[in-house]
């Protein structure tokens, strides 16, 4: 009988305890209904710093609100921007939310909270929008008169400076994330800044980078260049140019003895110089790129220590880049440029050997390198014409 006593009580206390935790999911909400929710403070995130208010916050950034009867809130604005609640982050004393990255059109500063039956309160904080970001130029050789397009976010009344050119560019269109862009007379090289109301922002790089350059094929950066076709017409970029070009690409086929490039920094003036010093987290390789047509083969890419013996092989235990722009969200398709457009291959991306049966392999030290190559060969499921010009080689920091 005392036993049966036991497991009845334990069963009693069991049902209580699942009735308690039941109850816990939609007592915060519960019992907030009918109140008006009140915010005292607002807190980051950090637990270690925790005791920080905040009146103010960053687009994107993450903070607590601190207060009461917050159980029952179903919608957040921060000025006239809705934010994105998470139920499992709201209790009768706090809330989680990132502040909203859309830009506000009315700046109140104020946060508003609104409970499922439309009681509402406010509370006085502050949306920081951020200095422009910049993430891409389209060309960063681009000529005077030329347009390129600028990539990034918090392009709001946006202006844009050159380097040499005391007044802004001409923008021809422009949105938050991206922008139409003149490029002026007399622009030098050195950097671009884009200027909002917000702030101004300038790139790390330059335009017209010379900076770590391998070769232009115009200057005395240009040491043995083997193979390719070296010229110049009214479409170069800056001066001479590499051109690649074959009527019908195959599956491992070498289709034309110019069809590689080949570049030597272990010889002449230069000596056995490293062709870069750096981390692969740090460096990528940079270059301009006039695509006429291209839809398979890749362009293997990769750095070596000079031979004396002229040797050279893809063959060789050297960590290659796989270039294949024709490749565009997992498709195949024409990777026709239309016109000329840098492109930035992180050295973390040298990492396959010749058909790829490894994708592991890294550059262990790029100052231990003096030579480029390049050369389309490899698998080709799609054979077709092929035409590429190429300029202005360089390994450039990005971090």
């Known amino acids: 009988m005392k036993k049966a006593k036991y497991i009845l009580m334990a069963a009693f206390m069991s049902f209580v305890g699942i009735s308690t935790l039941t109850g816990c999911d ?141 007044t802004p560019a001409e923008i021809t269109a422009f949105n938050q994330t991206s922008m139409a862009v003149v490029v002026p007379q007399g622009v030098q090289e050195g950097p671009l800044s884009v200027k909002s109301i917000y702030g101004t ?36 970029i800056s001066g001479n140019y590499l051109l690649f070009e074959a009527p019908m690409l195959s599956a491992w086929g070498w289709s034309d003895n110019l069809m590689w490039g080949y570049w030597a920094h272990g010889e002449g003036a230069h000596g056995n110089a490293p062709i870069a010093q750096g981390s692969n987290e740090e460096l990528a390789l940079k270059f301009e790129a006039n695509i006429g047509t291209w839809i398979d083969c890749p362009m293997l890419m990769w750095f070596q220590t000079w031979n004396p013996n002229g040797n050279i092989s893809p063959d060789d235990n050297y960590p290659q880049c796989h270039w294949k722009p024709y490749i565009q969200s997992g498709a195949y398709t024409d990777a026709a440029t239309n016109g000329w457009k840098t492109f930035t291959i992180p050295l973390t991306e040298f990492k396959y050997n010749k058909d790829e049966s490894a994708d592991n392999m890294a550059i262990d030290d790029i100052a231990k390198y003096t030579d480029f190559n390049i050369m389309v060969f490899g698998a080709c499921e799609n054979p077709g014409p092929f035409n590429i010009k190429m300029d202005n080689f360089r390994i450039v920091r990005i971090n």
């Open 201 to 236: 922002t300038k790139t790390k790089f330059n335009f017209m980078d010379t900076n770590g350059m391998l070769t232009n094929f115009d200057d005395g950066y240009v040491q043995p260049w083997g193979r390719g076709t070296v010229t110049t017409d009214a479409d170069a």
């Open 26 to 166: 939609r007592t915060d909400a519960e019992r907030d209904e009918d109140a008006t929710p009140k915010v005292e403070y607002v807190r980051v995130t950090n637990p270690n710093a925790a005791d920080s208010l905040v009146v103010e916050a960053m687009m994107g950034q993450q903070i607590v609100l601190m207060g009461e009867n917050l159980g029952s809130v179903e919608e957040i604005w921060f000025n006239d921007v809705k934010g994105l609640l998470n139920p499992t982050l709201i209790t009768s004393y706090s809330i989680i939310v990132d502040v909203p990255s859309v830009i506000p059109t009315d700046v109140t500063n104020t946060i508003t909270l609104i409970t499922g039956k439309g009681n509402k309160s406010t509370f006085p904080f502050g949306v920081r929008v951020p200095n422009p970001l910049i993430r891409d130029i389209s060309c960063e050789y681009a000529k005077p008169g030329d347009v390129i397009e600028i990539t990034g976010n918090y392009f709001i009344e946006p202006q844009v400076f050159f380097t040499g050119v005391e």
